[in-house]
């Protein structure tokens, strides 16, 4: 027989997901090599292969329920964005986050594990695409919010917004998603900003305040007036809820949200391949190796 231990080395070894890897092992007695011989044989090596591939491109997207009280979003990465524009491609991804928002899983790990359809877990789905599409594929990550949820995808997936409100204007919120999208402010609010950054920022403000020559002469307490002015800059120009509202410049964002009885709760939002090292590829090299 075999350990949990075994199916950990078979995952390491192959990159084959956890419950084929089991399988693997119980077709051939326990015995390491035959069951990569195995997962070959039934066609995941290809899979495999690709696996070592960077997933930097890829889709955002969004799910939320018909009454608005469950919403998801997830993003997949794939190697090229021509897969990311692929209808069954994206097809694939809708219902991945339509999973994710009735399911609720603790994380990527938990979620490989879930049923996708009757016949297959989300894993299996994920390596059938890959050898369906013939790209590396990667579910990277993903978060859901119950309550009154509203969502918001910007480019054809590039960047989604799903927002997380108190009050039942779900239009509203939609509207500051577009603006999240938009801005990616640094915080929800003033009073979200951790002390060191607020400390931070004014040391940057005094140290440029005395670089002018103008204000060699200025007081202490103008000064600390001059330093408060830029921190509330600051604020307004990183605090989601201080900033001027893009879609309706009159209002400040926490003041348009009041104006239709809401208030912003909480948000995420994913940028496509955000973070990640994307491939750079040099033309002369891949002709040389189609020369060689």
């Known amino acids: 027989?075999?350990?949990?231990?075994?199916?950990?080395?078979?995952?390491?070894?192959?990159?084959?997901?956890?419950?084929?890897?089991?399988?693997a092992l119980t077709e051939s007695d326990g015995d390491m090599e035959k069951a990569i011989e195995f997962l070959r044989e039934k066609g995941l090596a290809a899979a495999t292969k690709k696996a070592g591939r960077i997933a930097a491109e890829?889709?955002?997207?969004?799910?939320?329920?018909?009454?608005?009280?469950?919403?998801?979003?997830i993003e997949v990465n794939s190697e090229t964005d021509f897969v990311a524009k692929n209808a069954d491609f994206q097809?694939?991804?809708?219902?991945?986050?339509?999973?994710?928002a009735e399911s609720n899983p603790a994380d990527v790990e938990n979620f490989m594990t879930m049923k996708y359809d009757d016949a297959m877990t989300v894993e299996a789905a994920l390596q059938d695409k890959i050898l369906t599409i013939g790209?590396?594929?990667?579910?990277?990550?993903?978060?859901?919010?119950?309550?009154?949820?509203?969502?918001?995808?910007?480019?054809?997936?590039?960047?989604?917004?799903?927002?997380?409100?108190?009050?039942?204007?779900?239009?509203?919120?939609k509207e500051v998603a577009m603006h999240i999208a938009?801005?990616?402010?640094?915080?929800?609010?003033?009073?979200?900003?951790?002390?060191?950054?607020v400390e931070k920022e004014k040391a940057i403000i005094i140290a440029q305040i005395k670089e002018d020559p103008k204000n060699a002469s200025k007081p202490d307490a103008i000064i600390e007036k001059m330093v408060g002015g830029?921190?509330?800059?600051?604020?307004?120009?990183?605090?989601?809820?201080?900033?001027?509202?893009?879609?309706?410049?009159?209002?400040?964002?926490?003041k348009y949200l009041e104006s239709k009885g809401v208030k912003l709760v909480d948000y995420v939002r994913f940028e496509k391949g955000e973070g990640l090292e994307k491939k750079e590829d040099n033309f002369a090299d891949e002709v040389a190796s189609m020369i060689k």
Not at 157 to 172: F, Q
Not at 187 to 193: E, H, I
């Open 135 to 173: 790209e590396n594929m990667k579910i990277r990550r993903f978060a859901r919010y119950e309550g009154k949820v509203a969502s918001y995808v910007h480019g054809g997936g590039k960047i989604g917004v799903l927002t997380l409100i108190e009050g039942e204007d779900t239009n509203a919120a």
């Open 230 to 254: 830029k921190i509330g800059k600051f604020f307004e120009q990183n605090c989601l809820l201080q900033q001027e509202f893009c879609v309706n410049p009159d209002f400040k964002v926490e």
């Open 182 to 197: 938009a801005i990616n402010p640094l915080y929800v609010s003033k009073d979200c900003v951790p002390e060191a950054d």
């Open 58 to 73: 890829g889709i955002v997207l969004t799910y939320v329920n018909d009454d608005a009280t469950v919403g998801s979003i």
């Open 91 to 100: 097809a694939f991804v809708t219902q991945l986050a339509k999973i994710v």
């Open 1 to 23: 027989m075999f350990t949990a231990k075994d199916v950990k080395e078979l995952r390491e070894r192959t990159g084959c997901g956890m419950m084929d890897c089991k399988k």
